[in-house]
């Protein structure tokens, strides 16, 4: 501070300190809100603190994990494991090709091509997408296996149904923010829709169809991984049938392929996602 | 594509157009197939069976059974109480993963390094921050599921399990997410800070938490949606809540709950969605 000048006035002009709450504060009124909420949560789950913050907790904890060794690498069971990864893979693969497909049927009619499109069918679309996406993977295998029995095949179904509401929409999004001028110049020439779509939308948005369902892959190899949990297959039927008979070691060697198979998926869907955008 | 129209002319021959995609199109269509083939016969895909006479019956039936809804005044009670014990798993988890991911994202930091300053990072807290990364790519690697299908282990089924599964794979995904938004920004005001003989904890609160603060937030708000619905899902293990309510109508065939509960899922499920966007709206 320089000293030509007093640091402070003669006579400090009287102030208030400012009010820690402001009934017309905004973001006052938000923060007592999320405090509620997060207090209201804590008190009324009945959450067993004493099952995790205490000593006993972190013994039994610590025995637990020390089950988990060693993992089970007997050939056998691991050619069993390796089998398991391959449905989960093949689930994962099979449905989000089966989502993209059906996704992208439902874009077409719940995007808007043109401005003469009256795209009458696209609220409707738009909700059948919503509820499709709203249901998990997992509830969604749940109500499956009623109908397609325990298996693969029902998380399969499971994934693309999912995924079909999520890709439709991020389809939908894509292809009505494209550039209008190739469809257009189609279209003053009489060509028809079916048409249109496959040599002016379809080429334009492909790249970034692509890149959406790729992404959607990664997340579905991930949700493949756990939906056996409910009987549909793969890997997590193999997770929670060994689990469920205690048997750790086996469950150590399971919940191992499944990182490794997350960790291969993440770096190669990133290389290839690299390579599409390059 | 054609890029240039065709002459009137020509037009008549529009019918005897040839596509000049035609050859690449179908050899990728019929690579596709032929990988789909194998895919299909490891998922056991026969969807055909779902037509079967007996798998028909049974579907129908049930999908016959959801109307109508059963809405008496008990069951609604309890979709209340279930739906709220959703929410509050969710954010109850989404708090303390918090509490994870606060410290261990500044742990991750390289903005926060005082010996990056000035070039390389000395080796000890480059190890660190590399445990720490890892640790936080592990912990949000593991499926929420399958630690709650640990945690009911330990500490026997109910909200506990459900909170504390949330909490450890959102503590990682948070975490990772944090480091990398306080590296993406604009780091100036950090290192100047720094450079000036600031410590770091002084650095990140004046000047890196109040640039990147919206950001921070609006990615909360988001994970806290995506824990309303993952708390769903964790019920189906036994950790409480619509799942678990769900999951029990769904093994007694009763269509009518099924039906009351989905739609009540949902509709939290869009609740969340919209009060979420409203506030990163309001947050940008």
Redesign the interface.
Known sequence: MSTAFPREAANLPYKLPPPLFDARCRACWFTVALLVLVIASFVTLELDWAAFASLEAGRSMYRFMAEFFPPDVSPKFVSKVVSAAWETLAMSALGTVMAAVLGLALAVPASRMSKQDSAWLRSPTRWLLNALRAIPELVWAALLLISAGLGPMAGTLALALHTSGVLGRLFAEAMENIPTGPGDALRTQGVGPLRVFAFATLPQVLPQLMSYTLYRWENNIRAAAVLGVVGAGGLGQMLSFNMGLFLMNKTATILGAMLLMVACVDVLSFTLRRWLNR | ??AN??PQAQLAFAGKLRDPDFSSRVFWLSL?LLT?W???V??????W??WEPD??K??LD?LASFWPLVHDAEFMRMVARET??T???A??GV?LALLLAVPMSLMAARVLSLSALSGRMNRWPALVRWCVRATLI?LR???E??WA??FV????L???AG??AIALTYGGMLGKVYAEIFESGESHATHTLMRNGSGRLQAFVYALLPSHAAELASYTVYRWECAI??S??LG??GAGGL?QQ??NS?KM?NGGE?ATL?LV??AL??IADSVSAWLRR?LS
């Not at chain 2, 490891?42 to 969807?47: L, V, Y």
């Not at chain 2, 282990?153 to 026997?156: A, N, S």
């Open positions: 594509m054609s129209p065709l596709a789909l194998p895919l299909g490891a998922t056991e895909f026969r969807p069976v779902l798998n028909r049974v579907t049930f709220w014990r929410v509050a798993m954010t109850a708090t592990v690697s593991i499926p599921l399958v299908l640990v282990r330990v500490v026997g109910g909200p506990t909170v504390l619905r993952s769903v899902v189906f293990v799942g769900l999951d769904m065939f099924v989905l899922f949902m499920v869009a309001a």
